[in-house]
């Protein structure tokens, strides 16, 4: 019994302490703009409220759309598809 005991701690410490498996989420790293699979930059806001309300314009108009902190700062991203409707979107917000 004693060994049985053992051999399931062992198990569990062997789960809890591996490398590469961990249940616990890694903190967010900025990367360049082209780094973001197929998502495209369409606008560089000047900072990060300020692409959060573009962002919003995009998703109320049925798009959708991410705000990514890169290296070059916030970045509106889109799937290649949506460009085109997402620039016309963002014209008429801005004007």
């Known amino acids: ?17 591996a490398r590469g498996g961990s249940v616990v989420e890694r903190t967010p790293k900025s990367g360049n703009p082209d780094e973001y699979g197929m998502l495209v ?34 970045r509106i991203m889109v799937w290649p598809k949506d460009v085109e409707v997402a620039k016309q979107v963002l014209k008429k917000a801005a004007g």
């Open 1 to 17: 019994m004693a060994f049985s005991g053992l051999g399931i701690m062992v198990l569990i410490l062997r789960w809890a302490f």
């Open 41 to 74: 930059p369409i606008a560089s806001p000047s900072n990060y409220i300020e692409g959060e309300v573009l962002r919003r314009s995009l998703v109320d108009a049925g798009l959708r759309a991410s705000l990514a902190q890169t290296n070059d700062g916030p």
